[in-house]
Each structure stands twice: as structure tokens, then as C-alpha cells.
């Protein structure tokens, strides 16, 4: 692949029936996916694992819907993030985002402190997830707006809020 293709060129040729143009797409982000559905809740790595195939079976039969206005990424964290909730909904165990149990952050650096693990596991999912999008995944907060179906304005509110409690979360767990 030539270093000029991105990611949307590539999804165009998916979307024209050449789906082995894929497979960049897949190797690209099966990593990050997967750290995404994990971090969704108490799900174990096998779950996530067939989720993430979900999300690229999803990727093959929606793909004329694709459209070459939007990013590929969005696109596809907003499917990943739909499989993940009709999963829950059919399980029958719709959590509610303070009930998360979230433990350690897969695929993360080793090198992050733990404290600062432990702060961001203890943000609710609904502030947790907008950070993560933001910080790990590098993703604008237009684009966080579009994956979370919301307004880029309520995504700047949750992000003031998520570091004003990762802050608090941050110094509880150092003053002990």
C-alpha cells in the first residue's frame, strides 16, 4: 500500500465490492477496536474479541453505506460502539454507566503510572470514554460528537468535567 492511501480511499474500494481492501483496514485497527470494546465494561477478551469481528462483518454488509463525506474512524468506532450495545441489549445486561467495573486498561503503556490508571478507571463510562477517544485515540472532539451521537458542545462539557474528576480521582489516590 502506498503511503498517500488513506484510510477512506481505501474504504471506498470496500464499499465498490473489492473487499479484500480490507484487510489494511482490519490490521490497522483490530488493536485499537478491541481496546475500545474492552474498555466498554466487564466484558472478557474473548467477547470483545468476537465483537470486534462483529464490527468488521458489520463494515462488509453496511458498506455502500459508507460515505465518502465522513472519516473511516468515526465511522467505524460509531459501528463498534453500536455492537457493543446490542450486545449488552441482548444479553439482557444493559449496564448503567456507573456500574461499570472496569479494573486495568488494556493495551495501555506500560509505562502509565498506576495511579493514573486508577483515576481514569474510576471516571464513569460516559466521561471515561470521551478521554479516551480524545487521549488515546487522538480523535477531535467533532469527531468524539459524531461517534458518540451527541453535540461537539455536551463532548467539551464531559471532557471539563471528566479532568476536573481525574484531577480529584488523581490526588485522593496520592494522599493515602
Given at each position: 500500500?502506498?503511503?498517500?492511501?488513506?484510510?477512506?480511499?481505501?474504504?471506498?474500494?470496500?464499499?465498490?465490492?473489492?473487499?479484500?481492501?480490507?484487510?489494511?483496514?482490519?490490521?490497522?485497527?483490530?488493536?485499537?477496536?478491541?481496546g475500545f470494546l474492552l474498555n466498554r465494561g466487564s466484558l472478557d477478551r474473548a467477547t470483545a474479541e468476537d465483537l470486534l469481528h462483529t464490527v468488521f462483518e458489520r463494515i462488509i454488509t453496511y458498506r455502500t453505506s459508507w460515505g465518502a463525506g465522513q472519516t473511516f474512524r468515526s465511522w467505524?468506532?460509531?459501528?463498534?460502539?453500536?455492537?457493543?450495545?446490542?450486545?449488552c441489549r441482548l444479553a439482557g445486561r444493559m449496564p448503567l454507566a456507573e456500574a461499570y467495573d472496569f479494573g486495568a486498561l488494556p493495551l495501555e503503556e506500560e509505562d502509565t503510572p498506576t495511579d493514573c490508571r486508577g483515576a481514569l478507571a474510576a471516571l464513569p463510562d460516559h466521561y471515561r470514554v470521551v478521554v479516551e477517544l480524545a487521549w488515546q485515540r487522538n480523535m477531535?472532539?467533532?469527531?468524539?460528537?459524531?461517534?458518540?451521537?451527541?453535540?461537539?458542545?455536551?463532548?467539551?462539557?464531559?471532557?471539563h468535567r471528566a479532568c476536573k474528576r481525574l484531577r480529584a480521582n488523581y490526588h485522593s489516590a496520592n494522599k493515602s
Open positions: 500500500m502506498p503511503p498517500t492511501e488513506t484510510d477512506e480511499m481505501l474504504m471506498q474500494r470496500v464499499a465498490a465490492g473489492r473487499l479484500t481492501e480490507l484487510a489494511p483496514l482490519y490490521a490497522r485497527y483490530k488493536g485499537p477496536l478491541l467505524v468506532y460509531t459501528i463498534a460502539r453500536n455492537v457493543h450495545h446490542d450486545h477531535k472532539y467533532a469527531e468524539i460528537a459524531r461517534v458518540l451521537d451527541t453535540t461537539e458542545a455536551n463532548i467539551k462539557v464531559r471532557m
